[in-house]
């Protein structure tokens, strides 16, 4: 690749970075009212979060996806547990693994607080032109795809989903 071309994409990279930052200032405003207004600790959020993306997860994972001790997480689930946010069930296929889930209230509440961006982003996509979102489109895909190929294996849907 020549020293234009580089210096090209160089300048289209930044501009990527650039918009992103300025897209993410928007999401925040978009959701912090709900983030703000919540009485539930930073800890709380992550394994809510996590148990949002993961879904039903071993407690031992969950603990080490959030970066806390098992016993750390046994008092957080538990105080989600009583809001209602989470359930933990043994495990079917051993009695001794606890997994936590979100509850419908728990679902509910992740999408109340992504919710608000997500119909922004909708709408806003909504009024570009056919062209412009296919080309978007390749762009993401693209972008999704090295992501993924770079990222940490994920550990198998227990689901089997």
Sequence with gaps: MGSGASDAKRELIERLQELEVRQLRLFVRDRSLPLLSTTLT???LKVLVALAIDGNTPTHELAERVGV???TLTGIVDRLSARSLV??????????????DLTEEGRTLIDDMWGTSRERTSAALRS???ETL?????GVEAL????????PAEPADPRGA
């Excluded at 296919?134 to 390749?138: K, S, T, W």
């Excluded at 999704?144 to 990222?151: C, G, K, N, Q």
């Design 69 to 71: 001790s098992v016993a």
């Design 144 to 151: 999704y795809e090295v992501l993924r190929r770079s990222a």
């Design 42 to 44: 930073i800890q709380q």
């Design 128 to 130: 570009l032109d056919l």
């Design 87 to 100: 359930l933990r069930r043994e495990d079917p296929a051993d009695r001794r693994v606890r997994r936590v």
């Design 134 to 138: 296919r080309g978007l489109v390749r």
